[in-house]
């Protein structure tokens, strides 16, 4: 089955810009999404299709693809973005499969 | 506003069997593809089960093929998840989430409700 790798934890400072890499065996050939769980909530979608982002979610998001790696920016970093991010693909090797990044945990110092 | 509220949680023993329930509101819910999600306490997602908008296409992980069954119902814009042979590690928050026809992101998600498998 297809996997996806993400740091565990990033850190930057309020007004900072930072980026989260998802890991993938030839990822640039699929569409990556990303969604932003805060603390004892539902996931929020807030990069779809690499690098679109959904009606609503802040420009401050953007995301890009390109051979084996899939990266999250997010600049000019609030305290209210600090949550887990995880990234997500659809895989068809060996059968219809939605893979998740094991997410990656955001502080804002 | 799209809404959807998951029930039919609860506390079960290893071996027996619940159902979820998803009632979905606010959009046009036969024009959606239905997920479930799943996410252990402290930990990362976990994709369990899709349907297509409908029900022509079902989709398992390989945690919970032969044990899990999705099903929905259009005229009552409900998502089921019939699961039975439960086991200690499928303890966990289980999100009801959408897919708009022919995308693979879940673009909208319930607030999830517990399964604990425990002895």
């Known amino acids: 089955s297809y996997v996806l790798t993400q740091p565990p934890s990033v850190s930057v400072a309020p007004g900072k810009t930072a980026t989260i890499a998802c890991g993938g065996n030839?990822?640039?050939?699929?569409?990556v999404h990303w969604y932003q769980q805060k603390s004892g909530q539902a996931p929020v979608l807030v990069v779809q299709?690499?690098?679109d982002r959904p009606s609503g979610v802040s420009e401050r998001f953007s995301g890009s693809n390109s051979g084996n790696t899939a990266t999250l920016t997010i600049t000019r970093v609030e305290v209210g973005d600090e949550a887990d991010y995880y990234c997500?693909?659809?895989?068809?090797?060996?059968?219809?499969?939605?893979?998740f990044g094991g997410g990656t945990k955001l502080t804002v110092l | 506003e799209v809404q959807l509220v998951e029930s039919g949680g609860g506390q079960v023993k290893p071996g027996g069997s619940l159902r979820l329930s998803c009632a979905a509101s606010?959009?046009?819910?036969?024009?959606?593809?239905m997920n479930w999600v799943r996410q252990a306490s402290g930990k990362g997602l976990e994709w369990v089960s899709s349907?297509?908008?409908?029900?022509?296409?079902?989709y398992y992980s390989d945690s919970v093929e032969g044990r899990f069954t999705i099903s929905r119902d259009n005229a009552k814009n409900s998502l089921f998840l019939q699961m039975n042979s439960l086991r200690v590690d499928d303890t966990a928050l289980y999100y009801c989430?959408?897919?708009?026809?022919?995308?693979?992101?879940?673009?909208?998600w319930g607030q999830g409700v517990l399964v604990t498998v425990s002895s």
């Open positions: 606010g959009f046009i819910f036969r024009n959606y593809n």
């Open positions: 989430a959408t897919s708009i026809t022919g995308t693979t992101l879940f673009d909208s």
């Open positions: 030839n990822i640039g050939g699929k569409s």
């Open positions: 997500q693909v659809w895989s068809s090797s060996g059968g219809d499969e939605w893979v």
């Open positions: 349907i297509s908008s409908s029900s022509l296409n079902r």
């Open positions: 299709h690499d690098s």
